[in-house]
C-alpha cells in the first residue's frame, strides 16, 4: 500500500461515528463538494465491522460498496468479528435475522453470503513494506 493512508480500527457496526470519521477527516470520494480525498489517500480497515452496535449492515454494506468503488484504494482487513461464531455470539446474526426477515441458517442469507467474504478478507496488510498491519495479532 502507499502512503499517505488513513487507517481505520474496530468501527463495530457503529455507522454514524464512521460517517462522523468522514466528514470530519474527509471521505474516500472522488466528489471534491464533498470532501473528498481518494486520490490523494488509501484507507486501510482493521476489521471489527459488525456486532456490538445497532447499524453493522449499513457499516459493512458501505465498506464493501467502497472497496467495489475504489478497489486499489480501499483495503479490507478481517479481525476476530469476521468470524461466523462471533457474528452468532456478538450480535449481527441477530441484526441480520430482525432487520431482513432472514433465516440465518439458510445459505442463501444475506448473512451467510457476509460471512462468505469474511472468509476471504485479508490478515494483513504491509505499508510500504516497512508496516505490518492486523487487526490485533495473529492468533494461531
Not at 466528514?23 to 488509501?42: R, V
Not at 471489527?48 to 484504494?73: M, Q, T, W
Not at 510500504?128 to 495473529?138: A, Q, W
Amino acid at each position: 500500500m502507499r502512503v499517505p493512508l488513513k487507517i481505520f480500527g474496530s468501527l463495530h457496526g457503529r455507522f454514524n461515528e464512521l460517517l462522523r470519521f468522514f466528514e470530519n477527516f474527509g471521505a474516500p470520494t472522488d466528489d471534491s463538494e464533498l470532501s473528498g480525498d481518494i486520490e490523494k489517500f488509501d484507507y486501510l480497515f482493521l476489521g471489527n465491522y459488525v456486532n456490538r452496535g445497532f447499524n453493522s449492515l449499513e457499516v459493512i454494506c458501505l465498506l464493501f460498496a467502497l472497496k467495489l468503488k475504489f478497489p486499489d484504494h480501499i483495503h479490507l482487513l478481517r479481525g476476530n468479528h469476521e468470524d461466523m461464531r462471533m457474528t452468532k455470539i456478538y450480535g449481527f446474526a441477530e441484526e441480520c435475522a430482525l432487520r431482513l426477515g432472514e433465516d440465518i441458517r439458510s445459505p442463501l442469507s444475506v448473512y451467510a453470503k457476509i460471512n462468505k467474504v469474511f472468509a476471504y478478507l485479508p490478515l494483513a496488510a504491509l505499508v510500504e513494506e516497512k508496516i505490518l498491519c492486523v487487526h490485533s495479532g495473529l492468533g494461531k
